[in-house]
Structures are given as structure tokens and as C-alpha cells.
């Protein structure tokens, strides 16, 4: 099951650690993602993939909707199975130490000057405080993805743990966390897990 989207557990359950790929774009600038964006769905469509569609992660209810960026790009393959594979890019940020998701900017009407800053509560790197240190991403390491070996991330948790807190456990993303892990074709998986534990059995 390590490096695997799916596990086999017992009695015909089937442990579903993730239900698509995700991969991240890292781009210079804000501006030079939509061009790159479409690049990638020229290249996936030239390979049989059905298209793409471009959509940002800060919620509507957020006061940083209007100002935010599209920066997701999710794909999808209809034959021979279906196959969603999400892209997050994140901005390189020039010298500073760390890249960034969303970033919102105004501009002082009087002096023609703007400010920029990143919101801590909104888009892919929240769980951060909206930025990542570059030294978690590169320089780039090798993770196992099934029988492949893949670049990743340097230091994978840190990265993971930026973007979401859910299906890992605090120190090993092998062991599943039961109260957040959705057991697919057994809708009573999880209060199996919280009442009886995880066991070889298991």
C-alpha cells in the first residue's frame, strides 16, 4: 500500500488514502500562470485527457474572493478510466524565503505606489499562514508514487501539512487517521477504525 492511492483491508473493504493526483507548478510570477496553465492542458489533450478548468481556492465567502487568483487547475480523463488530476501553482517569489498561493496588492491612488501582502487564512497554503518556506521544496527530492520514483517536495510533510490537515497522521502518512479517512464501499469504516482500532487484522 506505500506510495499507493488504495489499500486492500479485509473483508472486501478498500482503504482509499486519496482519490486523485496532485501535483504542484511552481511559476515566477502571478501573470505567467495562465499561460502556462494552458500549456498544460494543450499538452494532457494531445494525450486523449477530456480538458482542464481553471478555478482559485479562496471561498466566496472570503473578503479576499474578488482579489484572488485562479491558481488550481483540475484535468480529467473519461477513458479508459476516469483519472482527475489537480495542479496547485505557487508563486516562486523572487529572493524572499518563501513562495506563496494568493497574494493581494493595492495601489495608492495619489502616489501611484502599491502594496502587496499574502493573507494568512486563504488559499492552497493556509494551514501555513498563507507561505511556504522554499527550503521545504527544494532542492527537490525523490518520493515513491507505486512502483515509480518521482520528484517531490524536499521535505514532504511540511509541504502536505501546508495544504491540508486531513488523511495523515501527525509523524507517518502511512498510518491512516480514522476520524478523517473517508473507507470507500464500507460507509461504516470509520467508527470501525475509532471503536476497534487498527490491527493486523485489518
Not at 74 to 81: D, G, N, V
Not at 143 to 150: E, L, N, R, T
Not at 173 to 185: F, H, I, T, V
Amino acid at each position: 500500500r506505500h506510495g499507493a492511492r488504495a489499500g486492500t483491508l479485509s473483508r472486501g473493504r478498500l482503504d482509499v488514502v486519496d482519490a486523485d493526483i496532485d501535483l504542484m507548478v511552481g511559476v515566477d510570477h502571478e501573470n505567467a500562470w495562465p499561460d502556462i496553465a494552458n500549456a498544460i492542458e494543450d499538452g494532457l489533450k494531445r494525450l486523449g485527457w477530456d480538458g482542464c478548468v481553471a478555478r482559485g481556492s479562496v471561498d466566496q465567502s472570503s473578503p479576499y474572493y474578488r482579489s484572488s487568483r485562479a491558481d488550481l487547475l483540475i484535468c480529467l480523463r473519461s477513458k479508459p478510466y476516469f483519472t482527475e488530476l489537480d495542479l496547485t501553482s505557487y508563486i516562486n517569489g523572487g529572493p524572499g524565503k518563501t513562495v506563496w498561493v494568493q497574494r493581494v496588492c493595492q495601489t495608492d491612488p495619489s502616489s501611484k505606489t502599491g502594496a502587496c501582502w499574502v493573507p494568512r487564512s486563504v488559499g492552497a497554503l493556509l494551514h501555513a499562514g498563507g507561505q511556504l518556506q522554499k527550503s521545504a521544496i527544494r532542492p527537490l527530492g525523490r518520493c515513491q508514487a507505486g512502483a515509480h520514483s518521482v520528484p517531490c517536495p524536499q521535505k514532504p510533510m511540511a509541504t502536505i501539512r501546508a495544504m491540508k490537515h486531513y488523511n495523515l497522521t501527525k509523524n507517518c502518512m502511512a498510518l491512516p487517521d480514522a476520524k478523517n479517512r473517508l473507507s470507500w464501499r464500507d460507509p461504516d469504516g470509520d467508527e470501525m477504525w475509532l471503536e476497534q482500532g487498527i490491527n493486523e487484522e485489518a
